[in-house]
């Protein structure tokens, strides 16, 4: 009786705290047109034969409502940063100067790169320094990003801005007739849920509840901007759709239930396009799809029921956050849209064949969440395991040979449901819950929903680089669960 009074007060003073009506899902978000935000493009320069980008990670102010300031992080911008774009065998530099007031790193999310390159908790950017990592580009054509991963910070930093989008083209992606123009119909979209006080500064975490199920804000960023109207150029218009977000799941569909294809997921484009109305998108993880807007109607991309699947008490806990409601995202207008000339293939890529017989290595990795948090109480101390342990940065938990196959198997024993990321590799889905992965989770995958009591098994290759020393990381990519210990070394040799 007790627990419940104070579950239905927290959820009470947490409207409280917000501008405006209780929250965003109870009135008309769209009353009020705000554009949609396109991040800029940023290719580079070649010097040396070398694609070099030049990134400055910076305090930053944005108006995210009318007149009230909000204090924010960014690259090269307020808030955010621009979307840069590669090809696949080039080499690139990335020059990362650091004008925080504060230790920050920048992780190449989904790249096959080298150890001292991805920008983990291990390379660490001091203020008024620049760290100058430089690989080549082994990645297919896809849509990777980067974000802070700082080691216990990686959820604040993301939070107030730290992430940006990056593109990998390559002969394949170039050869066919997608819609690949960017900003015209080739869209990338960023979702980032926020909370606000009052005089406008970002609400983080204020209670036990919220650190457990992982940050859940009332309002959703689209690139930055809440609930943009977004007015297509063309009738045939690919998404490409990260979430960003520190802890929300989305399940994403149209509001009049429309079909769409689609046509990448983590690693690049899938062996055929893939007919869907709805599709669950975790922190971490990203899709591309394209959609038919050719009946000149609007229709609004949103957020439909089902996608957290949280059990229990979790479960509770988890809507008095309204984790797993229906929500709108991106009003989408296509009144004025011109007819494309871009298709869609009814066949995309072919990707090798990978036998599971061919696995050098069987490992473990169980997710469980301590029982003080689960009980919403006590300690300051790590409260989010894999099997068993906390991050620890002196530790090395697997040691991987390069270029040979693995087979990961991920179970949950925690009544939510985690996205589980591995970084230097982009891996296939072998079973979900018993099951074979459907058409839609046959493509290349670097983070994979593995939901409550359930089991993933993944297969692995890290087939490009080795470091005898320097670790990448594995981990759940709701960013409260990855700061407070739900994150684990692996050394490929
Ligand atoms: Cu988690």
């Known amino acids: 009786m007790k627990r419940r009074n104070f579950l239905l007060t927290s959820a009470a003073l947490g409207g409280a705290t917000l501008i405006g009506a209780s929250n ?50 960014g690259i090269n911008a307020p808030f955010l940063g621009p979307t840069l774009r590669a090809k696949k065998g080039e080499f690139i530099q990335i020059n990362v100067k650091n004008s925080l007031r504060f230790d920050s790193t920048l992780h190449w999310h989904g790249f096959e790169l080298p150890a001292k390159m991805d920008g983990g908790p291990h390379q660490v950017i001091k203020p008024d320094t620049t760290w100058k990592p430089e690989f080549k580009v082994q990645n297919r054509a896809s849509f990777l990003w980067y974000h802070s991963h700082m080691f216990h910070q990686t959820a604040t930093q993301v939070y107030k801005g730290l992430a940006g989008m990056f593109i990998i083209d390559d002969e394949e992606s170039s050869s066919l007739n997608l819609p690949s123009e960017y900003g015209i119909d080739d869209i990338p979209i960023v979702l980032q849920d926020r909370n606000f006080n009052s005089d406008g500064s970002f609400r983080y975490i204020t209670s036990m509840q919220e650190r457990m199920a992982g940050f859940h804000g009332n309002y959703v960023l689209v690139n930055g901007v809440i609930a943009p109207t977004f007015k297509a150029k063309k009738k045939l218009t690919r998404f490409r759709i990260l979430n960003g977000s520190n802890a929300r799941f989305y399940n994403l569909g149209f509001s009049d239930d429309r079909d769409f294809k689609l046509i990448a997921t983590d690693g690049g484009l899938l062996e055929a396009p893939v007919n869907l109305k709805q599709i669950r998108l975790a922190p971490g993880e990203r899709i591309e799809i394209v959609v038919d807007l050719s009946n000149a109607q609007d229709v609004v991309l949103k957020s439909f029921k089902g996608a957290t699947r949280s059990m229990g008490m979790m479960g509770m806990m988890m809507g008095s956050m309204n984790s797993d409601i229906e929500f709108d995202l991106m009003k989408i207008k296509s009144k004025n849209a011109s007819t494309s000339t871009r298709t869609i293939p009814s066949k995309l890529s072919e990707h090798p064949v990978w036998n599971p017989n061919n696995a050098v290595a069987a490992r473990g990795m169980t997710l469980s969440m301590g029982m003080m948090s689960m009980m919403g109480g006590g300690g300051n101390g790590d409260r989010f395991f894999i099997n068993g342990k906390a991050m620890d940065m002196s530790r090395i938990d697997a040691v991987a040979k390069k270029d040979t196959f693995e087979i990961w198997k991920i179970v949950n024993q925690s009544p939510m449901a985690h996205p589980f990321h591995v970084h230097n590799t982009q891996f296939k889905i072998l079973a979900i819950d018993g099951r074979r992965p459907n058409k839609s989770e046959q493509g290349f995958k670097d983070t994979v929903i593995v939901d409550p009591m359930g089991a993933v098994y993944i297969m692995v290759s890290f087939k490009y680089n080795s470091d005898k020393n320097v670790p990448y990381m594995f981990h759940c990519h709701i960013l409260e669960h990855e700061d407070g210990g739900m994150m684990g070394q692996f050394l490929v040799t």
């Open 24 to 73: 965003l899902y109870s009135y008309d978000v769209f009353e009020q047109e705000r554009d949609f935000s396109l991040p800029p493009l940023y290719e580079g320069k070649f010097t040396n034969g070398k694609r070099v980008f030049n990134l400055n990670l910076q305090h930053g102010e944005m108006e995210f409502f009318k007149g009230l300031k909000t204090k924010t992080l």
